[in-house]
């Protein structure tokens, strides 16, 4: 079983940058897709972006597509969000989750079967 640790959130004033990191653990992810997901109070856990641990291959959401990058360090079996120009309505706390399904790509919360603990991104107007 593959645990997830998360880190790197915080607060940052409205334009400013955060990096997130997903620090996996317990088996290799290589036939897998990892996912950043977040969740606001109040409203439902919303998709943000993927990478296909193979080959990096990555998808957005539409809240992140030219702001946030994801990554990954096979080395340190570590996935990164860089996100940049960030606003207030990105304001959430931010999971990383791995897909149930080998070879799947999915944007759906209920796909992905293992996650982490979350880290808070507070942004400031």
């Known amino acids: 079983q593959v645990q997830l640790v998360e880190s790197g959130g915080g607060l940052v004033q409205a334009g400013g940058s955060l990096r997130l990191s997903c620090s996996a653990s317990?088996?290799?992810?290589?036939?897998?897709?990892v996912g950043w997901f977040r969740q606001a109070p109040g409203k439902e856990r919303e998709f943000v972006s993927r990478?296909?641990?193979?080959?990096?291959?990555?998808s957005y959401g539409d809240s992140a597509k030219g702001r946030f990058t994801a990554s990954r360090d096979n080395a340190e079996n570590t996935m990164y969000l860089q996100m940049n120009n960030l606003k207030p309505e990105d304001t959430a706390v931010y999971y990383c989750a791995v897909d149930s399904l080998i070879w799947r790509e999915s944007e759906r919360s209920a796909d992905y079967g293992v996650w982490g603990q979350g880290t808070q991104v507070t942004v400031s107007s």
């Open positions: 317990g088996r290799a992810l290589s036939n897998y897709a």
């Open positions: 990478i296909r641990w193979i080959d990096g291959r990555t």
